[in-house]
C-alpha cells in the first residue's frame, strides 16, 4: 500500500508541471488602435475604433444576426465619467 501512494505520488509530480503549461494566458490575436475626431455639433466627437485581426481569426459586427448564439462585438464605456453615448457602435469593412 505505501508502495502505491509513492507510485502515486511520483506521478503527480510528473504530471502538475505538465498541468500548468496549459493554463498559460491565450495570445491576443486581435489588437485595437483608436483615434478621435471632432464631430459635427460643438463639444462632440466621433471614436474611431480599428481592429487588427490575426490570420484565422474573426470577429463578430456588433449584429451579427443569426440564431442568437453569436457573441457580437461591443465596446463598453466607462461608467463615471463625464460623457454621455450619443448612438449605437457601427461597422465598417468586410464582411
Given at each position: ?50 481592429a487588427v ?38 461597422a465598417e469593412g468586410?464582411?
Open positions: 500500500m505505501r508502495n502505491l501512494f509513492f507510485v502515486f505520488a511520483g506521478l503527480l509530480t510528473l504530471l502538475l508541471p505538465n498541468l500548468s503549461v496549459s493554463a498559460q494566458p491565450a495570445e491576443r490575436p486581435i489588437t485595437w488602435k483608436f483615434s478621435i475626431e471632432a464631430g459635427k455639433e460643438a463639444g462632440t466627437y466621433l471614436i474611431h475604433a480599428k485581426i490575426g490570420k484565422g481569426w474573426h470577429v463578430f459586427a456588433p449584429d451579427p444576426g443569426g440564431d442568437g448564439l453569436l457573441i457580437p462585438t461591443a465596446i463598453v464605456p466607462a461608467s463615471g465619467q463625464k460623457y454621455t453615448v450619443k448612438g449605437p457602435l457601427k468586410k464582411k
